[in-house]
Nanobody, 124 residues
Framework: QVLLVESGGGLVQAGGSLSLSCAASGLKVGSYALGWFRQAPGQERQFVAGISWNGGTTNYAPSVKGRFTVHRDSAKNTMSLQMNSLKPEDTAIYYC?????????????????WGQGTQVTVSS
């Protein structure tokens, strides 16, 4: 059984930083593309960042590029998202996901496995 578990969410002031982690079991992250998505209240789940199976390719949503960094650790079977210069509009539930596709896919249908999410709240 595949299980992805996010952690590290919380409340932070605007301009601050948070680091999210995604721990995987039932699959080897070194064999999957991995991604982060987020969903704010009343909005669709949106792509945030993705990284290919070997870490050679990364993609970011324009709204987070330069502020967020995605990283994978195949030895620990984890993925992380370092979020800096946070803004109130970054407030959302953040989900990690795994995909069998090549590259760092950005579409929600490209991902087969999902975590339950972790809440990130950025106060102004």
């Amino acid at each position: 059984q595949v299980l992805l578990v996010e952690s590290g969410g919380g409340l932070v002031q605007a301009g601050g930083s948070l680091s999210l982690s995604c721990a995987a079991s039932g699959l080897k992250v070194g064999s999957y593309a991995l991604g982060w998505f987020r969903q704010a209240p009343g909005q669709e789940r949106q792509f945030v960042a993705g990284i290919s199976w070997n870490g050679g390719t990364t993609n970011y949503a324009p709204s987070v590029k330069g502020r967020f960094t995605v990283h994978r650790d195949s030895a620990k079977n984890t993925m992380s998202l370092q979020m800096n210069s946070l803004k109130p509009e970054d407030t959302a539930i953040y989900y990690c996901a795994a995909s069998r596709q090549d590259g760092a896919p950005m579409g929600r249908p490209d991902y087969q496995y999902w975590g339950q999410g972790t809440q990130v709240t950025v106060s102004s």
